[in-house]
Each structure stands twice: as C-alpha cells, then as structure tokens.
C-alpha cells in the first residue's frame, strides 16, 4: 500500500467543507481538558505543565477553557491547587475561563481568586450521586442551590452540569425524564446553560434526541442545552451530529480526548476537541481553532502523560 499523507486531500490538515442547510452555522466549543482531562490522572501534575497546557490552548485558538474545580483536595487530589492554579492563570480578555465550584465552601475560594464564571455539579441519578458527591441526588441540588443563586446575585453566570443522563453504571438505564427534571430545577435556580452529560458513553443518536426533547418539554429551551459526550462506545461524534440536527450549539469535548470520571470506571475519554473540529469544519462550521497547533499541543500533553492521545484526529495529523 502506498504511504499516503495523512492530510492528504485535506489543506492545512483541514476537511474538505461540505455544509449542510438544516444545521446551525454558530457553534461554541467548550473545552473541558484541564479540569475534566485531567481530574482523573493519578500522578500529580506539576501546575506549571497545567498553567502552559492552558495557555497552549488559548494559542490554539479555544475561547473557552474550563481551568480547574475548586473542590476538595481529599476527593480530587489533581486539582488541590486551584487556588494558585487560577491566581497565576494569564487571563486573556478575550477568552472565558469557567471554574467548578461544588459547594458554597468552593465559591468562596473561587470568589478569592477573582474567577468570573462558575459551574455547579449534579446528578440525574441517584447512586452516582452517592458515589461521587457523598449525598443524595436532592442533596445535591441542595448543594448547587446556594451557589448558583449567590452567584447570580453578584452578576457572574453559571453554567449547569448533569451527569449520568443516559445511564448509571450502577442503576443502569436513564429515563429521559430524571435528567429533565433535574435540569429544570437548576435553571429554577438560576443557571443559563445546562450541559447534559453521557458520563460513561452509552448514548445514542436517538437516545441523544430523546433526551433533548424531555428537557425541552420541561421548559428549557434548546440554546441553553449543551452536550457533553464521552466516546466509552465510539458514539461520541454521531451524537454530536445527532444534537446538531436537534438544534444544539454548544459541547464539551477535551483535547487529545484525555480525561474520564473518577468515580465511573466505566467511563473513559471524553469526545476529543481535535475530532469535534473535524467534524464541525468539514460540515461548514468554523471554529476558530488551529487545529494544526491544537495536535501539537495534545502531543505534547500526551509526552507529560507518558501515553499516546486517545484522539483519532491526533493520531492521524501526527503520522
């Protein structure tokens, strides 16, 4: 077989773009690798590779960068330096750096440190609620209320995160109805998006748009819907399609894929930053990011990591 040049056919390392009339043209990128990658490494991360794996990315061209969380060291030991992670970040003006805050004990350390956006924490189901935030799924809420109304109440928007929308590893399969219901308490509370999460990949093209239509039919409307998928399954980017068609703008992805839950074993790599842009670009939808320099910068993590990104964009633009 020939040796093919991976862009082969691609300028600049690109797709060609063939846009699709019945799909939104604006579409926002919430990148999630320095708080979500990287939460679940178990040796500890110097905080300069994690002030530069940030910086890198805004040079990539990502406008939103979700930095770090502020919550326990005892139950995520990665992010025990917060606190100086976000007093030393180089803040572009240009680019949004969201933190999550689970607790009231947690905003008030990000508070310190003069973080502008903020993100709360819950369950759609009930074990998991137990196995991750140490409470019940209305205990959670409980938690997440304060926050988000304390926050609002100083200006500073909050983003919602819902996880385990499509299964549990441990009460197995979702109702559409249980993320619904708990999405519509969190925007009662006072948060402007919602990021319905498929914490260990199950999810479906169809699975995707029952969901959305459940939260929906619970009074969110679809552009405060966001999507955050991991690829346990290999059905990250059909989802993503699959909330495209839907009307959905915004998703969560990682670069270089790296990243899981903690508490889900079942849970690997999130959607990769790189394969979302692939896919977005070939379907008209700029992006803003150098993919090129973004590759780069997922290698480079993947070096401090000591094993290859799980991105398949990544591994096809390095050959």
Known sequence: MANVPADAGSPAGLPAMHPRDDLPRDVRIYEVGPRDGLQAERAIIPLDV????????????????????????RWVPQLADADQ????????PDVRYPVLVPNVRGLERALAVSATEFAVFVSATERFAQENLGTTREGALEMAAPVVRRAIAGGIPVRGYVSMCFGDPWEGRVDPSQPAAVAARLVEFGCSTISLGDTIGVATPGHVRAVIDAVEAAGIARP???LHLHDTYGQALANVLAGLEEGIVEFDSSAGGVGGCPYARSATG?????????LLEGLGMPTGVDLGQLVLTSRWLAEKLGRPAPSRVVAALSR
């Open 270 to 278: 999130n959607l990769a930053t790189e394969d979302l842009i692939w």
């Open 50 to 73: 994690k002030l530069s794996f940030i910086d890198r990315l805004a040079d990539a061209g990502l406008r939103t960068i979700e930095a770090t969380s502020f919550v326990s060291p």
């Open 85 to 92: 992670l976000f007093a030393e970040l180089k803040r572009r």
């Open 224 to 226: 405060q819907i966001a």
